[in-house]
């Protein structure tokens, strides 16, 4: 099983760019289907954006699609979300995770992912 840790949060204002990695241990991160999360307060976790266990395939919500860009390198067990053109309702603990398998198609569903980070905070200010 991977352990996953993230970085690259912060604050940033509106209109700005952030980029996430997660770095995963373990030897077997290419056969997990990975995913961002994020969390604000009050509000039910979400499933931001997953890609499927090469990186070809991925999946986005709809509120950041053309503005969030995931990619993994499995040579360097990492995942990393790239995030342009943010907006304060983007304010959120992001999370990575991992399911096991090596689907074709990203995994969409959090109660699918087993391993979880332990969240890096976004901050944009307007």
């Known amino acids: 099983q991977v352990q996953l840790v993230e970085s690259g949060g912060g604050l940033v204002q509106a209109g700005g760019s952030l980029r996430l990695s997660c770095a995963a241990s373990?030897?077997?991160?290419?056969?997990?289907?990975m995913g961002w999360f994020r969390q604000a307060p009050g509000k039910e976790r979400e499933l931001v954006s997953s890609?499927?266990?090469?990186?070809?395939?991925?999946h986005y919500a709809d509120s950041v699609k053309g503005r969030f860009t995931i990619s993994r390198d499995n040579a360097r067990n990492t995942v990393y979300l790239q995030m342009n053109s943010l907006k304060p309702e983007d304010t959120a603990v992001y999370y990575c995770?991992?399911?096991?398998?090596?689907?074709?198609?990203?995994?969409?569903?959090?109660?699918?992912?087993?391993?979880w980070g332990q969240g890096t905070q976004v901050t944009v200010s307007s």
């Open positions: 995770a991992g399911a096991l398998g090596r689907a074709m198609l990203p995994f969409k569903d959090d109660e699918e992912y087993h391993v």
């Open positions: 373990g030897r077997i991160f290419s056969s997990y289907g």
């Open positions: 890609c499927n266990w090469s990186g070809e395939i991925t």
